[in-house]
């Protein structure tokens, strides 16, 4: 998961100093050396971690945070705050051309996610009800181009190609002539990766910049590299008019280090985060999202977001209905999990959840997506009847459930129980019986 080491350290640091009601200069001072070891152990640039710290330790030793009621907490917020701040502080949005085309140039090294990221970006902008056109500008690495066309098949999105023997600036400025009497906005350009930044690469990426003064050139940089990533970032820069990054493969960094480097060291704001291989897994970045995400604040903004995008209204209207009606199946629940599915790998989904990374409840449960493999084999055995009316399931159905599922009988008993006491729970939330009994009060 995103950030997970170092969003355990400092959760830990931080849990210590809200046990405690008074904090003196003593206790601020250690809990920073703490921070200061977790970003450093997260692989975040030395200088930059440095600065960050004096900047909280300058706020957090005022007379205000110390003499407040809740001196721990008041911490954490600076923490947040100048973490949200490290980050590049607002989102940064993608800019549009005053008239259409839009020009979105992806660069970056061989390997970073540029060609999957320009599917991605095209699919967000497909989404929106826009008609891009992708271009395929990487003449040395043939597999790309076709890439690029398999991923414009899937999103039923137009690629322009020349082959691998035109020079690459005469394929751009092509490719921009053909939306533009296509109407066809924006136009996003995969251009060509090295393993290692060279002068021809920059030289060639330099001409395409000067031919058609794209509206951004995004830089595309593997988070799983770290300070390596930093690097390439700062060297991409100095050569060309870069506007912002877009960083991949958030998912598998749990350290975080290339995220909370990078703008402070090249001043350019991080646009996207990649977060997985799949073509929807890729968020626009907010900085103060993703400083709450690391304190164990949770993201509910974004996975109200998330879940706007992925859940039928319609169905869920539905569903509410059945539960009042308590008519709700195990049809319904099968529907429910394939809307749950939607939102992504439950891993990400629980990080967007305020202090549901500590839960030591959640932490020992399997909440992860085999237990929903799990409970969609269980259900998919049972027969129509079955699911519809969960009753006569006895005995030996049970067992002809387990064997047909690959599970055993106490995992079909413990669904069976779960979907009871959810029908049950279901039941007094909408008022219908034991609404006094429990005691709910509800409007
Ligand atoms: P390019 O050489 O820069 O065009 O890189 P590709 O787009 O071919 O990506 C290289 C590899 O990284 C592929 O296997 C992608 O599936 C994978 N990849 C790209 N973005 C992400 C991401 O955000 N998360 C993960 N886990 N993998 C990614």
């Known amino acids: 998961m995103v950030f997970e080491s170092l969003a355990e350290k400092l959760q830990d640091t931080f849990a210590k100093l809200k046990g405690k009601g008074k904090l003196n200069e003593k206790d601020v001072k250690s809990a920073l050396r703490e921070v ?41 917020k600076i923490v947040n705050e100048e973490l949200t701040d490290l980050m590049g502080g607002e989102r940064s949005e993608l800019t549009s051309a005053d008239s259409p085309p839009s020009i979105y140039m992806l660069v970056g090294l061989q390997g970073s996610g540029k060609t999957t990221s320009t599917g991605k970006l095209a699919r ?33 999105v137009e690629v322009f190609q020349m082959g691998d023997q035109n020079d690459p600036v ?59 990533a930093v690097n390439v970032a ?8 870069i506007s912002g990054m877009i960083m991949t493969k958030l998912d598998g960094d749990a350290r975080g280090g290339a ?9 350019k704001p991080i646009k996207f985060a990649g977060m997985g291989e799949k073509l929807d897994q890729m968020e626009p970045f907010h900085p103060d999202r993703m400083a709450s995400r690391i304190l164990g ?37 099968l529907d429910q999990l394939d809307q749950v599915r939607n939102m992504g790998p439950i891993s990400d989904l629980m990080g967007m959840i305020p202090g549901a990374g500590k839960a030591k409840q959640l932490k020992n ?55 009871k006491q959810t029908k049950k729970m279901m039941k007094q939330l909408s008022g219908k019986g034991g609404k006094k009994k429990s005691g709910f009060n509800l409007p």
């Open 36 to 76: 200061k070891m977790s970003l450093l152990e997260a692989d975040v640039n030395y200088k930059v971690v440095k600065k960050f710290v004096n900047k909280v330790e300058e706020r957090a030793i005022g007379q205000e945070v110390m003499d407040s009621l809740t001196p721990g907490q008041q911490v954490i």
């Open 297 to 333: 604040m949770g993201d509910v903004l974004s996975l109200i977001e998330k879940a706007e995008k992925s859940i039928d209204k319609e169905k869920a209207k539905d569903l509410e209905r059945k539960l009042r009606e308590d008519s709700f199946t195990f049809e319904d629940f």
């Open 234 to 241: 700062d060297n991409f820069s100095e050569k060309l008019d």
């Open 170 to 228: 005469d394929i751009v400025k092509a490719g921009l002539a053909r939306a533009e009497k296509e109407k066809l906005d924006p136009v996003i350009i995969d251009t060509a990766g090295r393993l290692h930044i060279d002068e021809e690469l920059m030289q060639e990426l330099q001409d395409i910049q000067e031919a058609i003064n794209p509206t951004e050139t995004l830089l595309v940089v593997d988070a799983m590299t770290g300070q390596d």
């Open 365 to 419: 449960m399997q909440l992860d997506d085999s237990e929903l493999d799990r409970i969609e084999a269980i259900i998919s055995s049972m027969t129509p009847e079955e699911r519809r009316n969960p009753k006569v399931i006895n005995g030996s159905r049970r067992r002809r459930i387990a064997n047909g599922s690959g599970t055993s009988i106490q995992e079909v008993n413990r669904l069976l129980k779960q979907f």
């Open 259 to 267: 995220a909370l480097s990078i703008r402070e060291v090249t001043g």
């Open 124 to 156: 967000q902008f497909k989404e929106k009800g826009k008609e891009p056109l992708l271009v395929a500008a990487d003449v040395y690495r043939p597999a790309a181009i076709k890439q690029l066309q398999v991923l414009g098949e899937r999103l039923d």
